[in-house]
């Protein structure tokens, strides 16, 4: 027998999750954009200490979490909004803000729980491609926006493309879009970005723009993916009301809300990791275009690269994935993330990078054309 369920959702898509996932195995975990860094012994301990005061619900105001967001980023405690991860926050917005006869607007390929947005509130979604650069056309996204606009997404970084665009260019758009439009820049990755070049540079924006969200988490630069604690620095008290209205009360766990505080305690050492992985970054793109592959300008702690397949098209981009899983290294293939053709590694050890480019010229093989 079938359960008769809400028709939104046969509209829903199903989040691409990593194939493979074994904590224990062998194999080079490249799939995910998460940090090869655990986290801190004192984040741990944090954590195992509130685990022992477990009998006991969460703080529901969050306090010292949220009190430690706005000091960080001199904000009002209530424009710092909390969730049980980023995408939390995402979907929550798209629930306050979007319903049949809105629209959503933003560039494809992004994060792939953008779609989700649209499909799980009825809303009309708008898809803005991206440039030749697999970089956002802020332009073209603004050209878009209707009277029906309630909500634009900028993925900047851009996952799972790796680029950025410069905060000029976002305030560009900022200043097209009427101010009863919220705006979300997910800066998920922003910490690993050169181009923006500053974690603080965005909070600028929030002066100028009310209607402007910063969607953050500490899944990356944090390494406390497991965790699940996102956050949203906002222009104005009014979306993080919303977004709290529409969850339970207790979304964010006791364990997770002291690792994050004691993480923000450390960012000499944060510093010290995202220093580490851009530079592995860095040397991946330089062994990859030596190969004379095609790789965009990343941003991030990934990177995505063009294979020079016969034909881009999902069977070749298969078997060059499974190829690679063969060897044990876990990538996402671009397919699944919106683009046939390409693949998106996250940046790991000097090893797993290695293991990584030696698995992928065995895989291509004869397609590559090195120096180019
Ligand atoms: C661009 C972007 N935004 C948001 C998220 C969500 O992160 P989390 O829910 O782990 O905070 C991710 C995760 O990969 C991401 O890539």
Redo the contacts with the bound molecule.
Sequence with gaps: MCLELASRISRIPVYPVASGYDLGADVAMLA??ESYFEPLPEVVAAAQAAIGRSNRYPDPAYAPLRRALADRYELPLDRVAL?N????I?LAAGEALLEPGAEVVYAWP??S?YPHLAAASGAREIQVPLNSEDRHNLQALADEVTVATRLVLV?NP??PTSTAVGLDEVEQLLERVPRHVCVIL?E??VEFSLRIGDPFASLELLRRHPNLVL?R????VYGL?AM???YALCGSPGFRTAVDQVRQPFYLGAATQAAAVEALRHQDQVERRVAQTIAGRLALEETLRGLGLRVAESDANFIWVHLPLPEDGPDAEADVLSGLAQRGVLVRSGSSLGHAGALRVTVGTEGENQRFVSALADVLGGLLEPGT
């Design positions: 995910s954009n969730g991860g980023s995408c939390d995402l992004a994060f729980v993925c851009n996952n997910d998920a990755y969607l988490t500490f899944s990356k993916a699940r604690i996102g």
